[in-house]
């Protein structure tokens, strides 16, 4: 079956650090990739996808390659803010009918 | 814009009671499902449903069972809640074509005493 891994947490970093949260799936077909950010007391919020091998998704300064060679997505952001202080989630679906599987979550914590 | 809607945000029940958690969505999305969050283990899916009246069980179906009766409306139903179902739950939707994201409700943190 599919299976998503991320780094564990929590990841603690001084404001304008750069960031990186590791995430390696194991799946059968094409599957597309996400990143989920699940801020303090909220429900899980899309942040980027990569539908295919080697498309970058990018948001709000964060940025995720679709690497099938190594079968990762890593999520890099270069110069993290407070307010980035969060829960991130890696996960993959591999179609319409299929569950998505998601990663235990790593939370990041940004001090001033 | 998109929007997924959880009936509570804070529940508390007693154990034994029957539990009710409403997920209404207005993205004519086919697919509802389920999850209930917990420290370290991450989203843990307990049902989905890819058209009304249609459910398949998730990874941790026991204890509870759903309703989808409304292409809109997914529901949570806990037959007789005990003090290890208290946990965050989440409702999400997303559409059977394509390989979309889901969207997610804010979720419900739901107590038992």
């Known amino acids: 079956g599919n299976s998503v891994t991320q780094m564990e947490g929590p990841v603690t970093l001084s404001e304008e650090a750069f960031l990186t949260i590791n995430c390696t799936y194991t799946a059968t077909g094409y599957p597309s990739l996400f990143w989920y950010v699940q801020y303090p007391g909220e429900g899980l919020q899309l942040l980027l996808k990569a539908t295919k091998a080697d498309d970058k998704g990018s948001n709000k300064g964060f940025e995720a390659t679709y690497r099938k060679e190594t079968t990762s997505f890593h999520l890099e952001k270069g110069s993290v803010q407070v307010s980035d202080s969060a829960v991130y989630f890696c996960?993959?679906?591999?179609?319409?009918?299929?569950?998505?599987?998601f990663g235990t979550g790593t939370k990041l914590q940004v001090i001033p | 814009d998109v929007k997924v809607t959880q009936s509570s945000r804070y529940l508390v029940k007693r154990t034994g009671e029957k539990v009710f958690l409403e997920c209404v969505q207005d993205?004519?999305?086919?697919?509802m499902f389920w999850y209930r969050q917990d420290p370290g283990l991450g989203l843990r899916l307990i049902y989905f449903s890819y058209d009304v009246k249609m459910k398949e069980k998730g990874d941790i179906p026991e204890g509870y069972s759903v309703s989808r009766e409304k292409k809109e409306r997914f529901s949570l139903i806990l037959e007789s809640a005990s003090t290890n179902q208290t946990s965050m739950y989440l409702c999400?939707?997303?559409?059977?074509?394509?390989?979309?994201?889901?969207?997610f409700g804010d979720g419900t943190r739901l107590s038992i005493l």
């Open positions: 999400a939707s997303r559409p059977l074509t394509g390989n979309q994201p889901q969207h």
């Open positions: 993205m004519d999305h086919e697919n």
């Open positions: 996960a993959l679906s591999d179609g319409g009918y299929q569950k998505v599987t």
